[in-house]
């Protein structure tokens, strides 16, 4: 079977399988496992990855108002590859390509491949996504066993916090302008046993004012840019002059604010969002839960 991932978490998932060698493209930002880097790209950003972060804000609004697309796909490589199956996202046009997008690249098939698309907007939609790729692959056995792993890693972490306090955290997935995280973000920060104040489960993410952030009493503040690192979460932080009404913040008078690695823990819809939950649960109760991923997950700021 030759397969196309045109999202970094189905990357993921499919190496997490097994199914490595069976993934003959994959998009610009397929970066885990290493090896998945090496796979030809399908996909480019029309717009600059590298910019500041007010940029790349500036750069998709103005591209979406014109109702074009923020990603380019490679017909012709697409084309080439002839792929049997092809695992796509409708859950935010601003990650990945658009269903759009692909429909126009498959138009000069003659045999069309197999669309599988994914939607998910919580840790239990992320998990029965690694079983529908598994259903869609061939691989239902070991999708099944890897989707109760993860489950089962979460679960003992919410066992773990059951009867810790529970710091109101606050998480940034964007700081120019400001956004609240998301989707399966809140629901993570809950089982790693803290309190969202502003965010959603379940729903998107969303803009939130400074002063609207201001009156949260957040205890914690999680600096997690979309797609971004935890040394380059640091750095746009460093650069941002915060309002002085955040002063009153305990985050901020107590010296609890983190960046953390989105683009592994908490961006991707993937196997790593569990490795994300114990992150949390590690800077909410360092006391209780230690360290389960590398140092360099997380920079205090």
């Known amino acids: 079977m030759h397969i196309c991932s045109l999202l970094p978490s189905a990357t993921e998932i499919l190496f997490a399988l097994g199914l490595g060698d069976s993934v003959v493209g994959v998009t610009h930002e397929c970066d885990f496992p290493p090896e998945a880097a090496t796979k030809p790209p ?98 239902r056995r070991d999708a099944q066993g890897l989707a109760i792993t993860l489950e089962q890693r979460v679960a003992a972490i919410e066992v773990r916090v059951a009867n810790a306090p529970r710091p109101r955290a606050l998480c940034l997935e964007w700081m120019d302008p400001f956004y609240i995280a998301g989707h399966w973000v809140p629901e993570m920060v809950v089982k790693a046993g803290g309190e969202d104040v502003l965010g959603r489960a379940g729903e998107s993410s969303f803009r939130a004012t400074a002063e609207q952030i201001a009156e ?11 797609g971004y690192s935890s040394r380059r979460a640091a750095g746009e932080f460093s650069f941002k002059d915060l309002p002085s009404s955040w002063d009153k913040l305990p985050a901020i008078r107590d010296r609890r604010v983190f960046a953390v690695d989105a683009n592994s823990y908490f961006s991707r819809p993937g196997p790593r969002l569990s490795d994300g ?25």
């Open 42 to 139: 399908l996909i480019r950003p029309r717009v600059d990855p590298q910019a500041l972060p007010a940029v790349i804000d500036r750069q998709v609004t103005e591209l979406v108002s014109r109702g074009e697309s923020i990603y380019s796909v490679d017909a012709e490589l697409l084309a080439s590859l002839a792929p049997d199956l092809i695992i796509t996202q409708d859950l935010c046009h601003v990650c990945a390509a658009s269903p759009d997008d692909l429909a126009t690249a498959l138009a000069r098939f003659s045999k069309r491949p197999k669309i599988l698309s994914l939607t998910p907007h919580s840790l239990a939609e992320v998990w029965d996504d690694i079983r529908k790729i598994g259903e869609a692959t061939g691989r």
């Open 216 to 226: 949260t009493a957040a205890e914690i503040i999680l600096v997690m840019p979309c």
């Open 277 to 301: 939950v114990g992150l949390l649960a590690h800077l909410f109760h360092p006391q209780i839960v230690p360290l389960n991923v590398s140092s360099e997950a997380f920079q205090k700021l």
